[in-house]
């Protein structure tokens, strides 16, 4: 596979076991292993040619094949010893040395008598001249500009209490005559006490976040539980209640089946003994009828009184039918139970429903957190004692407040 570049771009030099990264260029294995080896320590890998940033460290991919130009050839036998190329050269996020002419080196030390960044080679004049012993050296930083005063072009060296600013020494015969002025020193001394107060606070303030990260998290899994509990026994509740349903249903359905048996029974006896008495009736009815027609007065005159006592002694049996018997009782019973068992269900879920609605999980704690410093100092506020009337006394309270974020409060009514 061929390369478009001749050179290595770390080295300059021809490629040697050449590997590409998926932004597409390609490096010496050995060059792109040392420079992403300096960045281990920061876990941000850059290429060294489009300065694609990647989070994680890419895998270099080899590329196959061999590059010669010119009268120069990479010979796969006896390849050239590795380079070894200086990556002490400043990139975008490093400071670079002040005194370095062309493509300058990482500074190492920063002065702030000089207002100056030096390299290693270019910071040994401060180390073995005698000149330089009363400058501060410190690690590099940035912006060394806003360490002079931006109107009489001397280095900050003071700060004013009064404006809440650093001034250089000009600035206290005129602007800031008067003024409450210390050291600068002096005053990161008390802003050192102040920010391990504030600390402290915060580390504090972390602690308590953390435990109410763990007791919300409790909280969760108990609630999970819990909801998977009441789901499962509800639906076995429920299911005991069709379940009765069904039964009051197959109860119902035997009672009706029982009482129209009996009915029909007793219903197919009557009629039994009814069609018995109507063929008894009828075979009367023919012998009477034969009566009257014999011709023999002594027969008919002993016959007649027989057949007339026997009807006068026989006395039928009456059966009436309730016209107003049904089943619509039944029906209506099962209505009723079925609209109160509605009402009833209806009124026990809002209760239910009210009671759960009701219930918080979690909740905001709105109280105020108490600030125990003074109301001028920076970032910081104490509430008034009392509620302010008098101009005096609201100017007394005229920083900005800052109050604390608002806390979490987990409720154990699962």
Not at 166 to 172: E, G, K, S, Y
Request: hydrophobic share 30%; aromatic share 6%.
């Amino acid at each position: 596979m061929s390369m478009d570049q001749e050179d290595c771009y770390l080295c300059k030099e021809y490629f040697r076991d050449p590997v590409s990264i998926p932004c597409g260029h390609s490096f010496c294995s050995v060059c792109l292993k040392t420079y992403w080896d300096h960045a281990d320590s920061t876990g941000t890998y850059v290429c060294p040619q489009c300065r694609v940033t990647y989070n994680r460290r890419p895998t270099p991919r080899r590329v196959q094949g061999s590059r010669q130009s010119g009268d120069h050839r990479i010979s796969e036998s006896y390849p050239p010893p590795p380079p070894s190329p200086d990556y002490n050269y400043a990139g975008p996020r490093d400071v670079g040395c002040d005194i370095c002419i062309g493509r300058k080196h990482k500074a190492v030390k920063s002065c702030l008598m000089c207002l100056a960044s030096y390299c290693e080679k270019h910071l040994k004049p401060h180390f073995e001249s005698s000149t330089f012993k009363r400058h501060k050296l410190v690690d590099e930083i940035g912006h060394l500009d806003r360490q002079i005063c931006p109107q009489h072009q001397k280095g900050l060296e003071l700060y004013c209490r009064t404006d809440q600013m650093c001034i250089c020494v000009l600035c206290t015969v005129k602007e800031h005559k008067g003024h409450d002025m210390v050291s600068a020193e002096t005053e990161r001394a008390e802003k050192q006490n102040q920010l391990g107060a504030t600390q402290a606070e915060i580390q504090q303030r972390i602690h308590e976040r953390v435990k109410q990260m763990d007791e919300l998290k409790h909280a969760v899994d108990a609630l999970k539980s819990s909801a998977q509990r009441a789901l499962q026994e509800s639906e076995k509740l429920f299911g005991d209640m069709l379940r009765s349903i069904e039964r009051m249903q197959a109860e119902m359905s035997k009672l009706i089946s029982t009482n129209k048996k009996s009915a029909l029974n007793t219903a197919e006896g009557h009629m039994e003994r009814l069609s018995q008495e109507i063929a008894d009736l009828k075979k009367r009815d023919a012998e009477l009828t034969q009566l009257s027609r014999t011709e023999d007065h002594i027969h008919f005159i002993q016959s007649f009184h027989m057949l007339i006592a026997q009807t006068e002694a026989e006395e039928l049996p009456t059966v009436s039918v309730n016209p107003y018997f049904s089943f619509g009782s039944v029906t209506k019973t099962v209505s009723q139970l079925k609209e109160h068992l509605n009402e009833y269900s209806n009124e026990e879920l809002v209760k239910v429903a009210k009671t759960v609605n009701k219930m918080p999980f979690c909740q905001l704690d709105e109280r105020k957190r108490r600030r125990t410093m003074k109301s001028n100092e920076v970032g910081l506020y104490k509430p008034p004692s009392h509620e302010p009337r008098t101009r005096d006394e609201f100017l007394q309270y005229r920083g900005s407040p800052s109050y604390g974020r608002d806390t979490m409060h987990v409720s154990h009514q699962l």
